[in-house]
């Protein structure tokens, strides 16, 4: 979920990485970019999972 929550942020707002690290912890820039990398690798991977995060994505810029 964090993983998620990180790659919503990156996706959804102009924030730097390491602003975004910053909410959710203090942490790194690297673990934010690494959130990103694996929640998109995991959407390419998985239909069902992509399918989910498109829907988050879709009601969080209503």
């Known amino acids: 979920p964090r993983q998620?929550?990180?790659y919503l942020a990156k996706q959804l707002t102009s924030?730097?990485?390491p602003e975004i690290g910053r909410k959710?912890?203090?942490r790194?820039?690297?673990t934010v970019m690494?959130?990103?990398a694996k929640v998109?690798?995991?959407m390419a991977a998985d239909t069902d999972?992509?399918?989910d995060v498109d829907l988050?994505?879709?009601i969080l810029t209503v």
């Open 40 to 42: 998109t690798e995991l």
């Open 49 to 51: 999972f992509a399918q």
């Open 15 to 17: 924030r730097s990485l």
């Open 28 to 30: 790194d820039h690297t």
């Open 34 to 36: 690494h959130a990103v």
């Open 24 to 26: 959710f912890g203090n």
């Open 56 to 58: 988050l994505k879709r």
């Open 4 to 6: 998620v929550a990180m």
